[in-house]
């Protein structure tokens, strides 16, 4: 299975400043997911990033807020822009491993806006 | 779309003991995956066990083992001889096949938090 390291592990920000969090793999890898999971909850897929296309956003999640870019098969990153109070919430980002029989997830990226 | 089910938002377990998490999925696919994860204080998602549709065998990892019943669309967890260390949040979660599909994010369900009393 793949390993992804995800940086920053925590972070405390403004409002109205944004945040870039990084996902790099130690493979290639088709797709690349971002989740958010808001405290005590479950994980809600945010987009998901092709390489070389635009990313798929859920329903409720839009570019202008989670710009997501994925230069190349190994890395992708997450901006939440212009944060509020309610983007406080752990982030995470996911790759599927042969093919799709199990999924690999980055360690979070615990956010705080203030 | 798919949708995943648990319905017990918390289980209690006495260390040794069994426990058991059910899952329900909503799906028209014949061929998919199922997982179930545990997510420790530590937030790091753990694969747990997986499941494939087209397999009537029970998936096993050692104290881990689930019930797939297909037609009822169920996917049970039990946990088997409880440690303190399998206290977490354990999350179901449904995927479509890669080969049937080229959409294969994971839905996830609102997640099981597992209590070991010792």
């Known amino acids: 299975s793949a390993v992804i390291s995800q940086k920053p592990s925590r972070d405390i920000c403004q409002r109205g400043t944004s945040l870039t969090i990084q996902c790099q793999v130690d493979s290639q890898v088709t797709m690349m997911f971002w989740y958010r999971q808001q405290p005590g909850q479950s994980l809600t897929l945010i987009a998901t990033?092709?390489?070389?296309?635009?990313?798929?956003?859920e329903s409720g999640f839009v570019i202008d807020k989670f710009p997501i870019s994925r230069p190349n098969l190994t890395f992708s990153t997450l901006t939440v822009s212009n944060m509020s109070p309610e983007d406080s919430s752990i982030y995470l980002c996911s790759v599927a491993w042969a093919l799709n029989e199990g999924y690999t997830f980055g360690s979070g990226t615990r956010l705080t806006v203030v | 779309a798919q949708t995943v089910t648990q319905s017990q938002p918390e289980m209690s377990v006495q260390e040794a003991e069994t426990v058991t998490l059910s899952c329900t999925y909503d799906?028209?696919?014949?061929?998919?995956?199922l997982f179930w994860y545990k997510q420790p204080p530590s937030r790091q998602m753990i694969l747990v066990i997986r499941?494939?549709?087209?397999?009537?065998q029970n998936a096993t990892e050692n104290r881990f083992s689930v019930n797939f019943q297909k037609a009822a669309k169920s996917f049970s967890l039990k946990i088997s001889d409880s440690q303190l260390g399998d206290a977490a949040m354990y999350f179901c979660a449904y995927s479509r096949c890669y080969q049937s599909s080229n959409d294969y994010k994971l839905s996830f369900g609102a997640g099981t938090t597992v209590t070991v009393r010792a």
């Open positions: 799906t028209s696919e014949s061929d998919y995956y």
């Open positions: 990033a092709n390489q070389g296309s635009e990313a798929t956003y």
């Open positions: 499941q494939e549709a087209y397999k009537q």
